[in-house]
T-cell receptor, first 113, second 109 residues
Framework: IAGITQAPTSQILAAGRRMTLRCTQD?????MYWYRQDLGLGLRLIHY???????GKGEVPDGYSVSRANTDDFPLTLASAVPSQTSVYFC????????????FGEGSRLTVL | GQNIDQPTEMTATEGAIVQINCTYQ??????LFWYQQHAGEAPTFLSY??LDGLEEKGRFSSFLSRSKGYSYLLLKELQMKDSASYLC??????????WGAGTKLIIKP
């Protein structure tokens, strides 16, 4: 089934630990995004990639890094997790980045203690 | 700054009609989107408006007035499965998506 897959779906992490959230899509979309969603706030863009080999910073990039080695994969890494990074993380992709029509993964719920 | 406002929560009755409003202030405008998000799930695309007027898609319609910075999502013949959060988002002059915090819609029998 075509779509976008995130892993893990849920994780509890000690502060200071390194964590990578995985995102894979099989729709051959060029553009991919990482958002965080917190209660009472809109989705906030962390990092994005318009095509394989390129990445860019979004609204809240500090403490996060990404890579885009190929079209399908777009992992998000927290180098040293802090409690304020407790959130639900959504990966999204699109083949029409100027239209705003995104396809989202099911989300990764991360708790940093 | 860029801002999107929508009500935090609304309640409606099964079978009725509900209108969810969204106002925006952004640097430029290249389209307005509505997404539906059920609790614990991913957002899914509902509608896209780039020109003024009403776009109808089954029980859902979305309206846009660019001069007023205003949109609404109209849901008709409400069903219990319509209980969800509805997210308004705008693409600015750089085609970056700016998201509202979402409106939680509660449907009562």
């Amino acid at each position: 089934i075509a779509g976008i897959t995130q892993a893990p779906t849920s994780q509890i992490l000690a502060a200071g630990r390194r964590m990578t959230l995985r995102c894979t899509q099989d729709m051959r979309h060029n553009a991919m995004y990482w958002y965080r969603q917190d209660l009472g706030l809109g989705l906030r863009l962390i990092h994005y990639s318009n095509t394989a080999g390129t990445t860019g910073k979004g609204e809240v990039p500090d403490g996060y890094s990404v890579s885009r080695a190929n079209t399908d994969d777009f992992p998000l890494t927290l180098a040293s997790a802090v409690p304020s990074q407790t959130s639900v993380y959504f990966c999204a992709s699109t083949d029409r980045p100027n239209t705003g029509e995104l396809f989202f993964g099911e989300g990764s719920r991360l708790t940093v203690l | 700054g860029q801002n999107i406002d929508q009500p935090t929560e609304m309640t409606a009755t099964e079978g009725a009609i509900v209108q969810i409003n969204c106002t925006y202030q952004t640097s430029g405008f290249n389209g307005l989107f509505w997404y539906q998000q059920h609790a614990g799930e991913a957002p899914t695309f509902l509608s896209y408006n780039v020109l003024d007027g009403l776009e109808e898609k089954g029980r859902f319609s979305s309206f846009l007035s660019r001069s007023k910075g205003y949109s609404y999502l109209l849901l008709k013949e409400l069903q219990m499965k319509d209980s969800a959060s509805y997210l308004c988002a705008v693409t600015d002059s750089n085609y970056q998506l700016i998201w509202g915090a979402g409106t939680k819609l509660i449907i009562k029998p």
